[in-house]
């Protein structure tokens, strides 16, 4: 579960998500400053290639493939705003996670989440 801590500059998230992360070392605080935007990007025939080819999801196919041209149309805005791009079109599952980890520890804040 994630749980997003929210109110006014000053109010005390940061000392809240400390503490709370003292009472309970399982759970891990970031900043969600850091995060970044990744975007596995693929062209439109590949993509209805994989919703069709994947066993695993059946149930939400239909689903899935009526979406396609909502993503399509969505493209030109998404691209802009990821910091990082990442065609999947012709790349295994491995070299996309590779651009992904590359990217990641190329970021000054590697090792609490973001992406530059």
């Known amino acids: 579960m994630i749980t997003w801590l929210h109110g006014a500059f000053g ?4 000392s809240v998500a400390a503490e709370l992360a003292r009472r309970r070392p399982d759970l891990v ?10 975007l596995l990007d ?8 994989r ?11 239909e689903w899935r493939l009526d979406r396609v041209a909502a993503y399509a ?3 030109s805005s998404l691209v802009p705003l990821a910091d990082l791009v990442v065609d999947t079109t012709a790349l ?6 590779d651009r992904v ?9 590697s090792g609490r989440g973001g992406v530059p």
Do not use: F, K
């Open 11 to 14: 109010v005390g998230r940061s």
């Open 29 to 38: 605080p970031y900043d969600p400053e850091l995060v970044g935007h990744v």
């Open 42 to 49: 693929v062209a439109e025939d590949e993509l209805r290639r």
């Open 51 to 61: 919703i069709v080819d994947d066993a695993a999801e059946t149930g939400a196919r």
């Open 73 to 75: 149309r969505a493209r």
């Open 92 to 97: 295994p599952v491995a070299q996309v996670a």
């Open 101 to 109: 980890l590359t990217a990641v520890g190329e970021h000054p804040a």
